[in-house]
């Protein structure tokens, strides 16, 4: 993630406040833990006589490895994928900054109420995004390496913190498609340098992603010619794709249907 506020013009901000709220869901992931290049990696695998032999790189949000984000690695497993995400956090999510307290209907949180009073949160971001900036591109040739065959075909599916991620393999050339939701820290040349298919998964309000950045980012995308899909919800906030209280029908069904947009964009790239 080369760092977009000297890069180019923000388009997405950082993330903030608005990037750790939301609820935990309830689950039993049933990937396991490899290393990969050095970092922790979750690995799941499609279901026996499932498997379509495409990989799905996934990067999170700024939570890490946390239930919300495996059970959705999980559900692209299920949708025929192998699937890894790798700890660019190591081991230092933002929820061990004091774990939030399972309250309220859906166990919801905000970031205001339960961070540490003194914590660095830009100290941490920018920690974190060095690491990543540098582990992601050798993970990425590691992955290939070690799990693909010569006709394997690669998705990549960025939340929030992850998105830059996703766009700069798509402008690598790395991957057939890629997909982000509710994205953070992207710039007009992440829009600007992609080859291959872009999915954007968005809030209509969204502090990180407003309207007028949105706009802006598809006249970019618009005007090079890129291939792309604006999915958009109403009525939801940055994180729905993750981290909705799932006891909402209406966001219950937003979460879904990012997830459906998603895996059909890429059955859609990775089969041609």
Not at 19 to 40: D, F, L, S
Request: aromatic content about 14%.
């Amino acid at each position: 993630m080369s760092d977009p506020q000297t890069t180019g013009h923000l388009l997405a901000r950082l993330p903030g406040d608005c990037c750790a709220k939301g609820c935990i869901h309830k689950g039993n992931p049933r990937g396991t833990y490899e290393t990969v290049a050095g970092v922790e990696t979750y690995v799941v695998q499609p279901p026996a006589g499932s498997s379509n032999g495409h990989i799905v790189l996934y990067f999170a949000d700024i939570f890490g490895l946390y239930t919300n984000g495996l059970l959705v690695m999980d559900s692209f497993a299920d949708a025929g994928y192998l699937v890894l995400g790798l700890d660019y956090f190591n081991g230092d999510p933002i929820w061990k900054h004091k774990p939030p307290v399972e309250s309220g209907k859906g166990h919801s949180y905000d970031f205001r109420d339960w961070i540490e009073p003194n914590f660095d949160f830009h100290g941490w971001l920018n920690k974190h995004i060095a690491f990543a900036d540098e582990a992601v591109p050798r993970w990425t040739a590691a992955v290939k390496e070690i799990y693909g065959q010569a006709d394997t075909k690669y998705a990549c599916v960025g939340y929030c913190f992850g998105a830059p991620y996703v766009c700069d393999l798509l402008a690598r050339d790395v991957v057939s498609a890629g997909a982000v939701a509710h994205p953070a820290s992207l710039s007009d040349h992440h829009f600007a340098n992609i080859k291959r298919p872009l999915f954007l998964s968005c809030a209509q309000v969204d502090y990180t992603f407003p309207q007028d950045s949105r706009r802006k980012a598809l006249d970019i995308l618009s005007e090079g010619k890129k291939t792309w899909e604006l999915q958009l919800f109403t009525n939801v906030e940055h994180g729905f794709a993750l981290r909705s209280d799932l006891d909402d029908p209406y966001q219950r069904y937003v979460k879904d249907a990012s997830f459906r947009g998603i895996v059909h964009w890429f059955d859609t790239w990775l089969s041609q």
